[in-house]
């Protein structure tokens, strides 16, 4: 079963249909939203989506609304806080790679205005294409996390079916796909 066909058998206020319906696959504008998602995905990793949807607000709270530059700043309490912190996945090597990559998207924005106009810049490529980028940039961003992160976004295909009518929804409003 595709996952929007999984999604569509779903209630509506079904944390994984919301997501479904309002959020994958669709552009996102803000750095700082752009990094929460980044955040989110590393944090998935070894664990169901459904356990990271539970856990957003948490996340989003515990990161600052994933402020970028808060996020850089952190230091050793705050990794400590974070490391006691029950809402959310308390795994150290996540939290520092977190923090080091958002010291990395703020070079990035230094360099090219906001961390999304260098995604805008680096597309078109294929997942195998972001995920050597991202790894030369980034840690902790193995090759299903880049691709869930970039399809989450809007940036390679595959987040819903065409049959599925968040399809053209995600279509019609994403100018990354419109200016191909």
């Not at 998602?37 to 539970?54: V, Y």
């Not at 090219?112 to 902790?140: A, D, I, Q, T």
């Amino acid at each position: 079963m595709s996952y929007c066909n999984y999604c569509h058998e779903l209630p509506p206020t079904d944390l994984n249909r919301i997501y479904h319906d309002e959020h994958y696959g669709f552009y996102i504008q803000s750095d700082d939203e752009l990094f929460g998602r980044l955040i989110l995905e590393i944090n998935q990793a070894g664990l169901s989506w459904a356990t990271i949807l539970k856990k957003e607000l948490n996340f989003r709270t515990a990161f600052d609304q994933f402020s970028i530059v808060k996020i850089a700043a952190y230091n050793q309490g705050k990794v400590d806080e974070l490391l006691q912190d029950v809402g959310i996945i308390r795994n150290k090597l996540k939290i520092n790679a977190v923090i080091y990559n958002a010291n990395q998207v703020l070079e990035i924005q230094k360099e090219h205005g906001s961390f999304g106009n260098w995604l805008k810049k680096n597309h078109p490529k294929n997942k195998e294409e972001w995920v050597r980028l991202f790894k030369k940039n980034f840690k902790f961003v193995g090759g299903e996390i880049v691709n869930e992160f970039f399809m989450s976004i809007g940036f390679l295909p595959g987040a819903h079916s065409i049959d599925c009518p968040i399809y053209s929804k995600q279509q019609e409003n994403n100018p990354v796909w419109l200016s191909l």
